[in-house]
């Protein structure tokens, strides 16, 4: 690897100081951070101390630690270590004092947390807020609004519940229900955060605290702009422990507002503990227009782009009702690039780009079988995320954070992916997954089968109870589709996976990090629906909407597309401004 001025700065940087590598897309961050780590790691004198190198997703995670395989030649071990934060927090902050908080005292000596998502719905307030009691699982402290945030499943409550007075009878009550839950033993991963923050104020705990601060004295965090309030309190009383803190990231790519991830308090963090900036600026990944465009998107200053990668204007697309209609434009004009990948705000845009609209209810069900019936091992993954949505939801499970909707009960999630596996290939063979029955013909074979399945051999012990309901379930076919074959609803969708097998869609989440050969950025046919309109993306250069817009736009190395409503004059002159050309 061929090092930049920039790029050897930070890998000679300080150890014994707070630094932040503010890393522009495409500077080769991960491959820098790689190579730093590698040298320290090497030059290492405090063992049994270690450094800790701490990402947001597994995905990142695996990531660095394959490149630091090719750096050292061999997996980064003991005393060192790279982990997600959330990890980091549970596993080596709270997993062995958190009994001190939550007074949880274990099950048959084991008194692990176990970690639920808010689909879970136990420990409930035992009097009503705003008309109903809630779920533990359901809601979370908030530490910069010093306020709860609920998040029910249900839109239309969630705002009414976010946007009430808690009164103090009802926030007493909160904070019952979550204690009752964590003396359980069970946690939300933000109850994770509070439980750390508890504990680092107990001077009883003291010195575990400073033990962890000797254990790991230097930590780097990747993508540090998705920090939130409550791990930026971390950050603040582990550096009161003498830890040194690396940040490495883009505050220009903050997304994560939803889990309360704010750069203007990453900002101040770095200027109150005095970390020392060390720059990125130039853009290895993507050609210079579309650097040029994203620079144009936040009203930044003009960075440089790869010079050796050919410089083609970002394209304009425009649909009339369904951004569907664009899908053979798009394979025409991407059909030399291999990594072609679509990309929306939310999964609803996706949908309606890729099926034309949305599948619902007893359809979920039909597609998964169709899915899993086509042989493809994508479209296998597919059918197993959609069938075990709708298993989970039809059975209302409590399922975990991780997945695809696992049962609390279930501790491998191995055999659950088998499990939802089998169940697949049980309908399958059951004529389930084929396209020429009607959908009344449909309903009685997929309704027989899976009637049958709490006998099957492969059901998992520790959900034999959950599943009787289903040898009585009912399915009927959708509204005024009962003649009707699956494939006049179905093999469109089915046909345009086939068809575009080259394509991938993700949300603009699922692709920080990536990158492509090309990127599609669809827009969503009005504004209001989670900051996923053009219009939105261009309100205000400060915005999260902005950055959305940043992330996804800053993927691709040669050609950027994207797909908006039928545009007004005025529009045009707006986007063709910012860069975009006119297909």
């Known amino acids: 690897m061929n090092l930049t001025d920039e790029q050897k700065a930070y890998i000679g940087a300080p150890l014994d100081q707070h630094v932040y590598l503010n890393a522009c897309p495409g500077s080769g961050k991960t491959e820098v951070v790689a190579a730093m780590v590698a040298k320290v790691v090497e030059e290492w004198t405090g063992f049994p101390a270690g450094i800790a190198v701490l990402t947001f997703s597994n995905s990142a995670t695996d990531e660095l630690k394959d490149r630091l395989v090719r750096h050292l030649g061999e997996p980064l071990g003991f005393p060192h270590l790279v982990s997600t934060f959330d990890s980091f927090v549970h596993s080596r902050m709270v997993a062995s004092i958190a009994s001190e908080v939550t007074e949880f005292p274990g099950k048959e000596g084991d008194s692990r947390i176990r970690i639920l998502e808010n689909k879970a719905d ?45 009164s103090k009878v009802a926030r007493e009550e909160l904070i019952d229900t979550k204690k009752r839950f964590w003396a359980a033993g069970f946690a939300t991963y933000k109850d994770v955060d509070m439980i750390a923050l508890a504990a680092l104020q107990r001077p009883a705990l003291a010195s575990y605290f400073q033990r962890l601060a000797k254990r790991f004295p230097l930590v780097i965090v990747d993508e540090c702009q998705d920090l939130s309030a409550e791990q930026l309190a971390m950050v603040r009383k582990l550096h009161g422990l003498g830890v040194k803190f690396h940040f490495v990231g883009d505050l220009n790519q903050s997304i994560y507002g939803f889990r309360k991830s704010n750069p203007k308090n990453v900002k101040a963090l770095l200027a109150e503990l005095g970390f020392a900036e060390l720059p990125l600026t130039a853009n290895w990944r993507s050609g210079q227009p579309i650097v040029d465009l994203c620079s144009n998107l936040l009203r930044i200053d003009r960075i440089s782009g790869n010079p050796e990668i050919v410089p083609v204007k970002p394209l304009l697309l425009q649909y009339v009702k369904c951004p569907s209609e664009l899908l053979p434009r798009i394979i025409e004009i991407t059909s030399g690039y291999k990594e072609v990948v679509v990309v929306a705000r939310g999964h609803s845009t996706l949908q309606r780009f890729r099926k034309g609209d949305n599948f619902k209810g007893v359809e979920v069900l039909a597609l998964a079988c169709v899915a899993a019936s086509s042989g493809s091992k994508k479209e296998l993954n597919v059918a197993v995320a959609l069938f075990a949505e709708w298993f989970a939801d039809k059975l209302s499970l409590q399922v975990t954070r991780s997945g695809p909707h696992c049962p609390v009960a279930i501790e491998s999630k191995l055999a659950w992916r088998k499990f939802i596996h089998q169940c697949l290939k049980h309908l399958v063979a059951a004529g ?92 969503s046919l009005q504004k209001g629906v989670h900051l996923s309109h053009w219009l939105e993306w261009l309100a205000d250069p400060a915005s999260e909407g902005a950055r959305f817009a940043y992330v996804a736009s800053s993927r691709p190395r040669h050609m950027l597309i994207w797909a908006v409503k039928k545009l007004k004059a005025a529009e045009k002159e707006t986007l063709t401004g910012l860069g975009f050309e006119l297909a």
């Open 122 to 166: 136990i420990f409930h307030t035992r009097s009503k807020i705003c008309g109903r009691s809630i779920s533990a699982c359901k809601y979370n402290y908030d530490l910069e609004t010093k306020g709860f945030t609920f998040s029910t499943g249900e839109r239309t409550r969630d705002k009414q519940l976010n946007a009430a007075a808690i």
């Open 432 to 523: 389930a997954g084929n396209l020429e029955l009607t959908w009344k013909q449909w309903a009685v074979v997929a309704k027989r089968a899976m009637r049958s399945l709490p006998d099957q051999s492969f059901v998992l012990a520790e959900i034999t109870t959950e599943l009787e309901p289903l040898r009585d379930l009912i399915l009927r076919a959708p509204p005024n589709q009962g003649d009707t074959t699956l494939s006049v609803r179905l093999s469109e969708g089915v046909a345009q996976q086939a068809t575009v097998d080259g394509l991938r869609y993700e949300t603009i989440h699922q692709v920080k990090g990536e990158t492509h050969d090309a990127t599609v950025v669809v827009s």
